[in-house]
């Protein structure tokens, strides 16, 4: 089968096509024919060679994959052979033309959710998910800020949080992804690039600032978000790229808190959770992963280039 390796840490184009040996599952794992495999921003990390967990190489990247189970390990019974699944994670890298993932990590995936749309579902949605209900206690009628909300992580969080009753306020960078912020269920949507957005949040939420902050680039932000929040409000960092600096009275007279999350050290019970939370979600039409561009496996650099640049609108995926 292809798939793509990486023999030294660097850029896109450490990525390579080649030709390797297909997969077998070993007991209690599952083999996924890969029909998509999503792109996100901590595959670019890894392949730098420069984030806290180090792959060992050689490596295939990808840690999201959709497609149909070709084969079953020895006592696997959560799957069976030809059932659509998404990977919660996989033990051998989604950017190939199939994956070994453990039985826990294969999840069924909704026929009305394409192959494309499950690719973007483990990251985001897990992310999303653990960020507003798990680390920030989001309960219905609180006002959610989303902070970054036209890529992946952000859409998800728009869409979960509308389902459960909060208040949306998203930002994007660009009117296409501000349109698809609204489109996806924010009740208003902000342009980060503007000098003056965080006084129009102020005076949506009619002075009472945000109960929850969802923080996609802490390192430009976090500062600023301390101040918007409402009385025992929280911010989750989810992205962060760089150190910032904040100012710790703007928590204490708000009683407010700032938390932080790495889907990377979730642990089992909670993702169990989280995972049957967006099963349902799939199913009941309420979450719909957005699939921004779907590029072709061999061209994963360009997939990489478009994933850490400006003007999100959904998911990138890539195609076997
Ligand atoms: N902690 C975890 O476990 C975890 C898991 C998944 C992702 N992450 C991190 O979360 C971040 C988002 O991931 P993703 O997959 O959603 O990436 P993505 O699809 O590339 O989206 C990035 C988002 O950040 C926005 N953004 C750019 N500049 C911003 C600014 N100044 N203020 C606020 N938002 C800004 C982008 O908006 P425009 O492009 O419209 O400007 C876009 O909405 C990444 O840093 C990623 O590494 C962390």
Redesign the pocket.
């Known amino acids: 089968m292809k798939a793509i390796r990486v023999h030294e840490f660097g850029g896109p184009e450490k990525m390579r096509l080649e030709e390797v040996s297909n997969p077998s599952a070993s007991p209690g794992q599952v083999v996924i024919q890969v029909k998509a495999a999503g792109v ?3 595959d670019t ?1 890894l392949l730098a060679g420069t984030y806290a967990f180090k792959p060992s190489l050689p490596y295939t990247p990808g840690m999201d994959a959709a497609g149909v189970v070709e084969s079953v390990g020895q006592g696997v019974t959560r799957v069976r052979e030809g059932d659509r699944v998404y990977a919660g994670g996989t033990l051998s890298g989604a950017y190939a033309e199939k994956t070994v993932c453990s039985e826990l990590q294969a999840h069924p995936l909704p026929t009305k959710i394409s192959f494309s749309q499950g690719a973007g579902v483990n ?2 949605y897990a ?1 999303a998910y ?2 507003l209900f798990q680390i920030g206690q989001a309960l219905a009628g609180e006002i959610a800020f989303v ?8 859409l998800a969080a728009v869409q979960l949080a509308r389902a459960a009753g909060l208040v949306v306020i998203g ?4 009117a296409k ?1 501000r349109e698809l912020v609204l489109r996806e269920g924010a009740h208003h949507a902000l342009d ?2 503007a000098p003056d957005y965080l006084e129009h949040l102020r005076s949506i939420t009619g002075g009472h600032g945000a109960d929850i902050i969802v ?3 802490a390192n ?2 976090l500062g600023k978000d301390l101040a918007l929040l409402a009385p025992r409000g929280r911010v989750v ?5 760089g150190p910032v600096e904040i100012n710790p009275r703007d928590m204490m007279g708000r009683d407010a808190s700032i938390r ?5 050290v979730a642990p089992a019970e909670d993702l169990a959770g989280i995972h049957s939370a967006i099963y349902a979600g799939l199913e009941n039409g309420t979450l719909r992963p957005v699939v921004g561009q779907e590029i072709p496996l061999a061209d994963a650099a360009r997939a990489h280039k478009a ?2 640049e ?7 995926v890539l195609i076997p």
């Open positions: 996100n921003p901590v990390y990251v985001p992310t653990r960020a902070h970054g909300a036209s890529g992946a992580v952000g930002t994007g960078g660009t992804g980060h690039r923080e996609m680039l430009v932000n960092v989810v992205g962060s790229r932080a999350m790495s889907l990377l994933v850490m400006p003007g999100a609108h959904g998911k990138i």
